[in-house]
């Protein structure tokens, strides 16, 4: 059970959009930054989204990322083959038996 | 380059010990907050262990607290993980990676960036 929730899957089609929800609580998202990772397959996990919205250079402005209070999103417009993938928010959590970071469960993303 | 080179992985029996290592290149590594992140096959990340720039702070997730000792030696520019008490639910991919965020007296960040190649624990008898 991982401490932020995401949905386990997403889908769309060649040119749509799509939206990633990334829920937590008080002690991580609501008073940290979100950070977002995309995993092609058998390969490393890359930045994709860092302190909630910011793109890294090399990073397609078709990604986008937002939080409101504990939840956050990542958005990909314009779908392309080349977005399925694995995909994970993290932040921050000040949890009172340890402090670390929390990662969400990750969400398939298959373009259909 | 910002590269960073995991190595130490491999199959080790359950109850016995393995050190990670991570050689950072391209960037000044003693001012950078370091992670060890992890995955299980067809799981998802799990986040290990941080330790602070200078090595003051540390901290450990749950499932490793008191079995694993996250290290630095910031003259050979070499971040470690050693890894007692083995279980077979140790069993994963292990990355490490620089906080791209800064540091304070309480908390780094989830900014992982770059991550390592990641290198292979196999617990089994």
């Known amino acids: 059970q991982s401490v932020l929730t995401q949905p386990p899957s997403a889908s769309g089609t060649p040119g749509q959009r799509v939206t990633i929800s990334c829920s937590g609580s008080?002690?991580?998202?609501?008073?940290?930054?979100v950070y977002w990772y995309q995993q092609l397959p058998g390969t490393a996990p890359k930045l994709l989204i860092y302190r909630n919205n910011q793109r890294p250079s090399g990073v397609p402005d078709r990604f986008s990322g937002s939080k409101s209070g504990t939840s956050a999103s990542l958005a990909i417009s314009g779908l392309r083959s080349e977005d399925e993938a694995d995909y994970y928010c993290?932040?921050?959590?000040?949890?009172?038996?340890?402090?670390?970071?929390?990662f969400g469960g990750g969400t398939k993303l298959t373009v259909l | 380059q910002v590269q960073l080179v995991e190595s130490g992985g491999g199959v080790v029996q359950p109850g016995r010990s393995l050190r990670l290592s991570c050689a950072a290149s391209g960037f000044t590594f003693s001012t950078y907050g370091m992670h060890w992140v992890r995955q299980a096959p067809g799981k998802g990340l799990e986040w290990v262990a941080v330790?602070?720039?200078?090595?003051?702070?540390?901290y450990y997730a749950d499932s490793v607290k008191g079995r694993f000792t996250i290290s630095r030696d910031n003259s050979k520019n070499t971040l470690y993980l050693q890894m007692n008490s083995l279980r077979a639910e140790d069993t994963a991919v292990y990355y490490c990676a620089r906080d791209g965020g800064y540091c304070t007296s309480t908390s780094c960040s989830g900014w992982f960036d770059p991550w390592g190649q990641g290198t292979l624990v196999t617990v089994s008898s």
């Open positions: 008080s002690s991580n998202i609501g008073s940290h930054y």
């Open positions: 993290a932040a921050w959590d000040d949890n009172l038996s340890g402090p670390g970071v929390v």
């Open positions: 330790i602070w720039y200078d090595g003051t702070n540390k």
